[in-house]
Each structure stands twice: as C-alpha cells, then as structure tokens.
C-alpha cells in the first residue's frame, strides 16, 4: 500500500534560517502530494497541493516541488518566521480507488522556530 | 471556510466503556472521514464515507464503528472502549475527491479511556 516517510520527528531553527522538511514516498500508482500545516490546538489545514512533476508549488512563503523520480515533495522556506512553528504533516492520494480516495499521512514534522 | 463541528471536545471513559463522537459539516460536503492522531504516527484514516449511508474502511477500523447518517452527519462509536483508544481524533470533510479538493478538519475531540 501508500506509505509517506517524514524522516525527522522535530527540527529547531532559529529565525530566519531557511527551512527544508523532508518527505518521501511510495505508492504504485499517480499521485497528489500535500503539504498540512497544524498549529498548536488548532485543526490541521492545507499549505500546498501538488500533482505535477518538477513544477513548484508556493504558498504562504512556503514551496514544494514533486520530483517524482525521488519520490520526494520536500518542504522549503527562505526565512523561517516564529509564527511557522507548528506541526507539519506531508500526505499523498493516489488514483487507484476510483472515486473513494483518501489520503495517507506521514509521522508529521514539529518544526520549532526560536528567536 | 468550511465549518466542521465535533463533539465532544473531550471525553474520559472506562475500559470498556461506550462512547459515541459526533461531527457535524454544514457546507454541503460530500466526503467526510475520521482520523485519529498519535504521537509518531501522525494522521491515521479510521473509517470514511462519501454520502448518507455510506461507509469504507480506512487503515485502522479495528474497535471502532461508524455511521454516516445524513450529509451532514458522520459518527465513530467505540463499543468496548480500550486504554488502546486514548488519542486525539479528528473529522474532517470534503466537497469532491480528495485529489481536486481540499480536506477541512474539525477542532477534535480527545478521548481518554481509563
């Protein structure tokens, strides 16, 4: 089955450092890649949403590309901000259940930014 | 910004104990699912439904139930609660396929089982 891989569980950054959170994948068949972001006692919500292979995605001051020779969607940030601390979960959805697809979640990332 | 509303926001229980989450969506979604969320293994689909009287199976549906009573209204029933079961669980909805659309989550609900 579809497995998603977040290889770090927590990464400490002090502002303005660049950000790069890692993602990798499996799955046989076509995919969609996202990117959720969840902030403390808050509901998990979309940052970015990819099908395309090597284009990139922005939002927010967030992107992600999908390389789907790696089977990568890292997440990439110029300059991280305080505000970006918050848990960071990379899913992916695949065409093979017709009309009754799902997503499928990594571990998630807590990414802390420090002053 | 679509509204999905759960209940309650939290729960204790004893092992063994019934318990019945609810979650509400008022924007006409077509999707709905329950996650659960645990430390180390992130976001794990339970059950999930793409209309009244609708259900699939997720990843993890072992001890647990659902019901998909109108569009509106998707509810988990944990029968025969267990300490297993103590986790944060989210609903969430969607208009269409996951792959066009947007996946909108609820504030959770955290059951604690004794």
């Known amino acids: 089955g579809d497995s998603v891989t977040q290889t770090e569980g927590l990464v400490t950054l002090t502002e303005g450092l660049p950000v790069m959170l890692n993602c990798t994948y499996q799955?046989?068949?076509?995919?969609?890649l996202f990117w959720y972001v969840q902030h403390l006692n808050e509901a998990p919500k979309l940052l970015l949403k990819?099908?395309?292979?090597?284009k990139r995605t922005e939002h927010q001051g967030f992107h992600a590309t999908l390389h789907k020779s790696s089977s990568s969607f890292h997440l990439q940030k110029s300059s991280a901000q305080l505000s970006d601390s918050a848990l960071y979960y990379c899913?992916?959805?695949?065409?093979?259940?017709?009309?009754?697809?799902?997503?499928?979640f990594g571990q998630g990332t807590v990414l802390s930014v420090i002053p | 910004e679509a509204a999905v509303t759960q209940s309650p926001r939290n729960k204790v229980t004893v092992t063994g104990g019934n318990v019945t989450l609810s979650c509400r969506q008022t924007?006409?979604?077509?999707?709905m699912y329950w996650y659960r969320q645990d430390t180390g293994h992130g976001l794990r689909l339970i059950h999930y439904?793409?209309?009244?009287?609708?259900?699939q199976i997720g990843d993890v549906p072992d001890g647990y139930k659902a019901t998909r009573t109108t569009q509106e209204d998707f509810f988990l029933l944990l029968e025969l609660a267990s300490p297993s079961q103590t986790s944060l669980y989210f609903c969430?909805?969607?208009?269409?396929?996951?792959?066009?659309?947007?996946?909108?989550f609820g504030e959770g609900s955290k059951l604690t089982v004794l």
């Open positions: 799955t046989a068949y076509s995919t969609f």
């Open positions: 439904s793409y209309g009244a009287g609708n259900l």
């Open positions: 924007n006409s979604h077509n999707y």
């Open positions: 990819s099908s395309t292979d090597n």
């Open positions: 899913a992916l959805s695949d065409e093979a259940t017709g009309g009754n697809n799902k997503l499928t």
């Open positions: 969430a909805s969607s208009l269409d396929r996951i792959n066009t659309g947007q996946l909108y």
